[in-house]
């Protein structure tokens, strides 16, 4: 098992950055591929970005392609999602994921998810 704790949301005006955190605890990280999904109100839970084991797969929603940037460092057990350029459409709650899988864009085959930060964009 792992656990997952997200830092970093926040209010930010859009134009703006943030960059969002998720250390884990427990099982070994690097066997984990990673992902953040997010979800709006009233909206379904949808793919951000995700990252494999090794940090060297790290396939992105094409409405963040160019502003986002997944991240991990296996030794800090974290992973990190630098957000730029940031929209009103980007609010959301963002969710990190953990499996044990290959990184993949489906939500239902990630087993561990951590509480999710709130991430408001104003205009």
């Known amino acids: 098992q792992v656990q997952l704790v997200e830092s970093g949301g926040g209010l930010v005006q859009a134009g703006g950055s943030l960059r969002l955190s998720c250390t884990a605890s427990?099982?070994?990280?690097?066997?984990?591929?990673m992902g953040w999904f997010r979800q709006a109100p009233g909206k379904e839970r949808e793919f951000v970005a995700v990252?494999?084991?090794?940090?060297?797969?790290?396939p992105y929603a094409d409405s963040v392609k160019g502003r986002f940037t997944i991240s991990r460092d296996n030794a800090k057990k974290t992973m990190y999602l630098q957000m730029n350029k940031l929209k009103t459409e980007n609010t959301a709650v963002y969710y990190c994921?953990?499996?044990?899988?290959?990184?993949?864009?489906?939500?239902?085959?990630?087993?561990?998810w951590g509480q999710g930060p709130q991430v408001t964009v104003s205009s």
């Open positions: 994921a953990a499996t044990l899988l290959l990184a993949t864009a489906l939500p239902i085959r990630y087993k561990y």
């Open positions: 427990g099982d070994t990280f690097s066997n984990y591929a």
């Open positions: 990252i494999g084991q090794s940090g060297d797969d790290t």
